[in-house]
């Protein structure tokens, strides 16, 4: 499969200081990446779309002034947390999708990120 | 209802044994579909696209019954190392709101015992 690389693997702020995360794929081209949030114990949550070149799509209850997104090139995105509080204390992970014929959708995603917040 | 849903488990089974899981989907526009397999603290793995006419992979089986909006998840011969969170994802493709989205249901997990 295709390797998505992301860094920092983890991160200890204290509150009210921003985290900035980077995502990287590796070994192909990805217009498109997806960052996710996976609280314990609970599925992934999709945050946003980011889309080389233009803004990113966020989902719904997601403030897009709090979670900056920035995918200035077809191999790497950032997602930086702004002002972070605990409750934002949580695994984000990225993933990639590859360029694919045919109408499959496999994303790859990245080692992950576990925030937390003091 | 939710658009992806699985039962949580845990399935405890005896190694080698045969376990399924199945994952209902609510949107019949759906378009693509996989199963993940994740460890504990770590990041999704995919195990498996689901084709429409099925697939297999070794020990691992997948089919997509589109009637009845469900993907299923068989899993022969168990070993203590298939122990993990299996996570189906769906598509929903071009339909409005979808793209290239993935929506993951919450995962259903397995531990293989001696």
């Known amino acids: 499969g295709a390797v998505v690389s992301q860094h920092p693997s983890r991160v200890i702020c204290k509150s009210g200081t921003s985290v900035k995360i980077e995502c990287r794929s590796l070994?192909?081209?990805?217009?498109?990446m997806f960052w996710y949030r996976q609280f314990p114990k609970q599925s992934l949550m999709l945050m946003a779309t980011s889309n080389e070149g233009s803004k990113a799509t966020y989902e719904q209850g997601v403030e897009k002034d709090k979670f900056l997104i920035n995918h200035a090139s077809l191999t790497l995105s950032t997602l930086t947390v702004t002002s972070a509080h605990p409750e934002d204390s949580s695994f984000y992970i990225c993933s990639a999708r590859p360029p694919r014929r045919g109408s499959y959708n496999e994303q790859f995603f990245g080692p992950g990120t576990r925030l937390t917040v003091l | 209802r939710k658009e992806v849903e699985q039962d949580p488990g845990p399935f405890n089974v005896p190694e080698g044994a045969t376990v399924a899981f199945n994952c209902t989907y609510s949107?019949?526009?759906?378009?693509?579909f996989f199963w993940y397999r994740q460890d504990c603290r770590k990041e999704p793995k995919l195990l498996m696209s689901v084709y429409s006419s099925g697939n297999e992979d070794g020990r691992f089986t997948a089919q997509l019954n589109r009637a009845s909006q469900y993907i299923s998840l068989l899993i022969r011969d168990s070993k203590l190392s298939d122990s993990a969170t299996y996570l189906c994802?769906?598509?929903?493709?071009?339909?409005?709101?979808?793209?290239?989205?993935?929506?993951f249901g919450t995962g259903t997990q397995l531990k293989v015992e001696l």
């Open positions: 994802a769906v598509n929903i493709g071009g339909a409005p709101g979808g793209g290239n989205k993935l929506t």
């Open positions: 949107n019949s526009a759906s378009q693509s």
């Open positions: 070994d192909f081209q990805a217009t498109t």
